[in-house]
């Protein structure tokens, strides 16, 4: 069990596209503080009216964010379908319900992604989000589409969102840090490899003379 006194949760969804330039600092990040800070990742689902309104405006966005970040994947618009008005809750109903079926890693949301953004296939359909799934991963169809479907997992996301925007958070990726001795970090479209770096190296070693000092001289007095 890990005893890390420091925890960093990444909101994200799953058809953004910064969410999806981000996840190679998400993995260093866990790679680097495996034992000293707790990892998890919730769904904020975007607006509605968060969606580009065309399959060309979407293109603009991907071709601008490419012109900023060079070495970030290409992207494709094709998953865009204008008459969703901005529903694609299906791929999240699914990343949400695998987590209770085993899958609680990022590789399920982030074949989703991938399937969608840089293969431009339609996951804002519930079957075709259910077949990229299965077919990737060791998951029964009808399994997964119960536990899709079924209010508890609904319920889990729209808390997750809710809480995404209780932190008054507006942009995907975020990530909030907080540490035991009540310090806390928020970043709002952030995915700066160096700035969340910075930041963790800084809380922990707070953290730690905080806990060096009470082994030193013992704990609070109480009166």
Known sequence: MSTAKISMTYYLDIMSSWCTYVETTWDELQQTYADRVNFDWKIALMNREDFPVSAKQCAW?????KSLQPETP??????FEAERN?????PHLIAEAARDLGFTDDRLRRTLAHAALQQGQKVGD????????TDRFDLDP???????????????ILASTAEFHAHQLSQRPAFVITSSIGDKAVFSGVINRETLVNTLDSMLTDNQGYQSFSDQFGPMPTN
């Open 61 to 65: 966005f991907y071709a601008r964010s």
């Open 86 to 90: 901005g529903d694609y809750e299906a």
């Open 74 to 79: 290409q992207l494709t618009p094709d998953w």
């Open 142 to 156: 009808a399994a997964l589409r119960s536990a899709a479907t079924s209010d508890p997992v609904r319920q889990r």
């Open 126 to 133: 519930l079957d075709t989000a259910i077949n990229i799934a």
